[in-house]
């Protein structure tokens, strides 16, 4: 049984920077995929970015380009969200996802197996 469980979410303001992350346990961490969506209020879930299991390739929401930055610590079993000049558009509650492969990431929902409860992020104004 995997676990994911996302940490950091909070309210900052515009122009903000803040850092989530996402542990994931029972299951071999570096065999994994990894990714980050997030879903505002009244709205589809979204991707935001990826990375594979060795961190060698990494995708981005036109959207958040530039501004985020995922990476991943596999002797920690964590991923990382970096997210710097945060705009109100970005608040959501924003989900880890995994996969279990060595193979390319998607930018679809579908594509992963495993999912954390998400963490809310709230940019002000």
């Known amino acids: 049984q995997v676990q994911l469980v996302e940490s950091g979410g909070r309210s900052v303001q515009a122009g903000g920077s803040l850092r989530l992350s996402c542990a994931q346990s029972?299951?071999?961490?570096?065999?994994?995929?990894m990714g980050w969506f997030r879903q505002a209020p009244g709205e589809e879930r979204e991707f935001v970015t990826a990375?594979?299991?060795?961190?060698?390739?990494?995708i981005y929401s036109d959207s958040v380009k530039g501004r985020f930055t995922i990476s991943r610590d596999n002797a920690k079993a964590t991923v990382y969200l970096q997210m710097n000049s945060l705009k109100p558009e970005d608040t959501a509650v924003y989900y880890c996802a995994s996969k279990n492969t060595y193979g390319a990431v998607t930018t679809s929902s579908g594509f992963y197996d495993y999912w954390g409860q998400g963490t809310q992020v709230t940019v002000s104004s």
């Open positions: 029972g299951r071999t961490f570096s065999r994994y995929a």
């Open positions: 990375i594979n299991w060795n961190g060698a390739s990494t």
